[in-house]
């Protein structure tokens, strides 16, 4: 029955995500909070797997989400749920290509879809950096400003968009040096 639901699941995920794998994130966080399947914070590393992974980003995720739910099994069908959706729309769209190319409102609908596919991207941004860069908990222990934010993660956060912006620096040897930082200051205790 879980496999059935997983199915489900990543097949609306799939047909709703318009904007790239990025756009799963807000199916995945109502997902977690709907099946607990997996928290919050497994998304954030499934973002940090799917981003220093080869592949799409989406299928990433879906492939990670559905190993957590169903081990192997679960994985490939998740992945395979959230492609099927957009190949039958892609096979349907490419049997009609020249009426969908020229359509008004076909133009106007991806209007639309634009800004709404950017705005679920930022939310679950959002989401994201409040698991990396924030610790509600130790604030809460502690009631001290200073406990509320996760300095490592915002100085490294920092200096890899600096290296991006400024540098242009290799996005693989951003990852690359994320994951040894990371590495390090777990054996460092830090």
Sequence with gaps: MIYLRLFIEFFKTGLFSIGGGLATLPFLYEMSNNTHWFSHADIADMIAISESTPGAIGVNMATYAGYLTGWYPGGILATLALATGPTIIILIISRFLDKFRT????????YGLRPASLAMITAAGVNVAKIAL??????????????????????LAALIFAAQKKLNANPIACIAVSALVGIVFRFAGA
């Design 103 to 110: 359509n008004r409102h076909v133009d106007n609908a991806f």
């Design 134 to 155: 924030v610790n509600i908990n130790a604030f809460l222990e502690t009631h001290n400003p200073g406990s509320l934010f996760i300095w490592k993660g915002i100085i």
